[in-house]
Every structure is written in structure tokens, then in C-alpha cells.
């Protein structure tokens, strides 16, 4: 969340003034095939949510049906607060996007949550290959009308295709298709089951050195299963391939790893907090950064600073806005109110 609410702006400011061209190539999507830092934002997202889910769902442990009322008030409470994300209290439906960034995290929540409800590991596991398998298969057989199998190009895929035939309104991020459509939805909840199988793995009555190797063993598995993948199916996060999927799970799992040692094992908690401040109210600042300017704020409160800081200015206008985002969500913090569904 630090980094959708103004941490990319600041690093693509500080490459530009600095002239890092690096930074600034990781801060922004690949157009088609490829990975960078920004591609594995969104999916890390969704893994934590699988991650979380062993864990608020263990006291049903035993009556799963119990848990449904919670499930579907949560998925269709996200489903809604995306569809007003996308434009739906305008009433244009013909510009509306229907999918997005948080129909996607309840349609893999709400499959995900019912897997861990029914399924052991192993059972989430085989679940998560299969629906990774069987994507893989259905783009390698089976054709877009007018185009070859296989052809994983932005106009030619067949998750382009369906998106073009069954959704209505705009689409993003491509002209083809919708990067949150549907038949690539059935990727994401293998995304959310890998997390879920990480939160099992956490939750285990093991010693805390060997949950911290196992997350490191399975991080570098991941990464090497998805590169020797990609020249079979490509690295398209558009199309959140097969491949793209373990990539993003192995940089998941490392980066689980790396702070479950630094939080959870050394104990150093201190220095989370301006970051537990953001995740606490993700919601909140997710919808309400689409409805209040933060940049104007910014540009009107600190631009004579930055006027001073000359090439800098950039740098400072984007550190003002990401300031700004940030005392709104401490003085909720503050106040104990939290959007939450």
C-alpha cells in the first residue's frame, strides 16, 4: 500500500532528478511480456490476503459452513466498493470498467476462502497447480476466433477475446482486454491459494528458524519453476500467466521471509509502524485517493518549497502528497476508525 499511495512517485521523481533510469524502469508496468518491481505489487497484495486466511478463518475450524455469511458479506462488500471505484455511481455503464484491482481480490478471496475451509494443504496445493496447469493449457489449445492457439499477443490472446465478447464498458491496461479480466482470474486464486499455503506454514507448531528457511526454500523454488516456465508461457502480467504467477509468488515468499526474521524472529517492530499506519486503513485511502487530490494539496501547500529546491521539485511535491495520504491515515489510526469489511 506504501507503494500505491505515493512511494512509486517518489522513486519515479528521485529517477528522474538523479537520473537513475533503473529506478525508473521498476517503477512502471511492463507494456506486454516481462518483469519489474511495480508488476509484483498487485499480486503480492493478493498473496497476503490468502495469508491472512488460515488465520481469521481458523475458528470455524470445524463448521465451514458457519464461515460463509462472513465470506460472501466480504466478497460482496469488495465487489461493490470496486464497482463504485470503477464509475458505477455515474451511471454511464458504457464507460464504467467493470473489473478491477478489487473485484479481483474478491473473486480470489471467495474461492480461496472456501478452499481453506474444505481442503487441507496438500489439498490447496494440488488445487493451485491444476488451476495453474489448466490455464496454461487452455491458452496453449484452444484459439481466439480468427487467431492461432496460442498466441499470447494483446491482440490475439483468448483472454483478450472473452473479456471483448462478455464485458461491457472500458477496459485497462490494454486496448485488447481488461489486465483484471476474466479468464484471468482463474491465475489470481492460485496467487491467493499461495498464501493461504503460507499462512498454513506459519501456523505451524515448528521452530521459527525452520518456518523462516522453509519460506526461503519454497521463495527460490518458485523463482526457478517460473523462469524455466517462461520461454514455454511468456511473463505477461496483463495476462497474469502461469509463469508470472510463481515469478510473483517467489518474490512473495522471499520478501515474507525477510520480515518474518526482522519482525517476527529479532523482534525489531518499531520502525513498521508508519507502515502499519497505511495497512490498517488500505481501503480507506485506496477509494478515497480516487476522490481527493492529494498532489493539488500538495502542490498548493509545499509548491513554493519546492519552487526553492529547483530540479528537486518533483521529488518534494511527491514526498509532500505521500506526507499528506499518511497524517490522514494517523489521525484515523489515532482515532480508532478503520473501513473494514
Not at 458479506?73 to 458505477?88: A, D, E, K
Not at 492461432?148 to 462478455?166: F, H, I, K, Q, T
Not at 521529488?315 to 509532500?320: D, N, T
Amino acid at each position: 500500500m506504501f507503494w500505491i499511495t505515493g512511494g512509486d512517485d517518489i522513486c519515479r521523481a528521485l529517477a528522474v532528478w538523479l537520473g537513475w533510469t533503473w529506478l525508473g524502469h521498476h517503477m512502471e508496468h511492463r507494456p506486454w511480456e516481462g518483469f519489474v518491481f511495480y508488476d509484483l505489487i498487485f499480486p503480492l497484495f493478493v498473496f497476503i490476503v490468502g495469508i491472512v486466511l488460515p488465520m481469521s478463518l481458523k475458528k470455524y475450524e470445524g463448521r465451514p459452513s458457519a464461515a460463509y455469511p462472513r465470506i460472501l458479506r466480504r466478497f460482496v462488500l469488495l465487489l461493490l466498493l470496486g464497482w463504485i471505484h470503477g464509475g458505477l455511481l455515474q451511471l454511464d455503464f458504457a464507460q464504467m470498467r467493470w473489473p478491477g484491482v478489487l473485484q479481483r481480490i474478491a473473486i480470489s478471496y471467495l474461492f480461496t476462502a472456501i478452499a481453506v475451509q474444505h481442503l487441507k494443504a496438500r489439498g490447496q496445493a494440488i488445487l493451485a497447480t491444476a488451476l495453474l496447469l489448466g490455464y496454461w493449457a487452455l491458452l496453449a489449445f484452444v484459439p481466439a476466433p480468427g487467431f492461432r492457439a496460442y498466441d499470447l499477443s494483446p491482440e490475439g490472446n483468448l483472454v483478450g477475446y472473452l473479456d471483448r465478447l462478455l464485458i461491457p464498458g472500458k477496459f485497462c491496461c490494454y486496448p485488447f482486454g481488461d489486465n483484471e479480466g476474466l479468464l484471468s482470474n482463474i491465475p489470481a486464486i492460485a496467487t491467493c491459494l499461495f498464501g493461504a499455503l503460507t499462512g498454513w506454514w506459519l501456523t505451524q507448531p515448528r521452530p521459527v528458524m525452520r518456518k523462516f528457511q522453509g519460506l526461503v526454500l519454497a521463495g527460490v523454488a518458485s523463482l526457478i519453476i517460473g523462469v524455466a516456465w517462461a520461454p514455454l508461457f511468456p511473463i505477461i502480467k496483463n495476462l497474469w500467466t502461469s509463469s508470472y504467477v510463481m515469478i510473483a509468488a517467489g518474490w512473495s515468499l522471499l520478501l515474507v521471509a525477510a520480515f518474518y526474521f526482522v519482525i517476527d524472529i529479532s523482534g525489531k517492530t518499531r520502525w513498521a509502524f508508519p507502515f502499519v499506519v497505511i495497512g490498517v486503513n488500505a481501503l480507506t485511502i485506496y477509494v478515497l485517493q480516487e476522490f481527493v487530490s492529494f498532489p493539488e494539496m500538495a502542490k498548493y501547500l509545499f509548491g513554493g518549497v519546492a519552487m526553492l529546491t529547483g530540479a528537486a521539485a518533483a521529488v518534494v511535491l511527491a514526498v509532500g502528497a505521500t506526507a499528506l495520504r499518511w497524517l490522514l491515515l494517523r489521525y484515523l489510526y489515532r482515532n480508532g476508525t478503520f473501513l473494514r469489511v
